[in-house]
């Protein structure tokens, strides 16, 4: 796949309510996360809106052209604050993302609302299924896998390149978004990306981007990057979402 855009960036969306009750709901051992909204509706806790608008700060230092935003409401938020920032601080930046339903979150099927607990005590037979299929494939009832995710992303950068071409373009959405694209713009085959997930911890409100080099390859130039939300006072928070870490 060749890919002209100058530079691709990723904004993970600002803390959510739901970073918040799946790690409590983590740390205090409990087998379902407590959210009355359905994933798509959960919104930006305060400070997650302290970190969007700090991430409009760094757009405002390195604009952008286009904006694509996950239909999510933590994520198009996101979107709609850091370039409200931008625009008060004088940068030509895009007046509203681009929504697109292909950033969307990962979804969960069966296993939606369970933490890590949950999934071990209520069904094992996944934890097995997900064993013998191997994280990057495995598929849970009514869910996605990574491979599912990596497919609808590729089509909305091949739009992109038609779409995009010279430009800087910055999409606003999840936690594993990141590591899509990392599949995507750098070619890291599947088990290097698993590692790399595994260790990598992708703060809210933080940035990572790509420089275009040649030939369609890119070259990672932001590495989840956060100096933005301390300079402003909004402290990054690595709540992980569901979809990246619990499968």
Same mark, same amino acid.
């Given at each position: ?45 305060? /400070?997650? #809106?302290? @970190? *969007?608008? =700090? +991430? &409009?700060?760094? %757009? ?7 904006? $694509? ?87 909305? /950068?091949? #739009?992109? @390149? *038609?779409? =995009? +071409? &010279?430009?800087? %373009? ?7 978004? $990141? ?69």
């Amino acid at each position: 796949m060749t890919m002209r855009m100058e530079w691709v960036g990723l904004l993970r969306h600002g803390q959510s309510s739901g970073n918040v009750a799946r790690e409590e709901a983590e740390a205090d051992g409990h087998q379902v996360i407590d959210i009355a909204e359905r994933d798509a509706d959960v919104p930006l806790t305060r /400070l997650g #809106e302290e @970190q *969007a608008a =700090a +991430a &409009g700060d760094w %757009v405002a230092r390195h604009p952008v052209d286009l904006v $694509v935003a996950s239909p999510y409401v933590r994520a198009a938020e996101t979107a709609r604050l850091a370039l409200a920032a931008a625009a008060r601080q004088g940068a030509a930046v895009p007046r509203h993302p681009v929504v697109d339903e292909r950033l969307r979150d990962r979804e969960l099927g069966v296993l939606d609302l369970l933490t890590s607990k949950g999934v071990r005590e209520r069904r094992p037979d996944e934890l097995e299924r997900k064993r013998r299929h191997g994280k990057f494939y495995y598929r849970p009832p009514g869910g996605e896998s990574w491979a599912d995710v990596v497919l609808r992303v590729r089509s909305l /950068l091949r #739009e992109l @390149q *038609a779409d =995009a +071409a &010279g430009k800087r %373009v910055l999409l606003v959405a999840h936690e594993m978004t $990141v590591f899509t694209l990392r599949y995507l713009l750098e070619g890291i085959a599947e088990p290097e990306l698993l590692h790399i997930a595994a260790c990598t911890e992708v703060a809210n409100g933080s940035i990572t981007g790509w420089q275009h080099v040649a030939d369609g390859r890119y070259r990672m130039t932001e590495a989840q990057e956060t100096m933005h939300l301390h300079a402003a006072d909004a402290p990054p928070t690595e709540d992980d979402d569901a979809a990246a870490s619990l499968t």
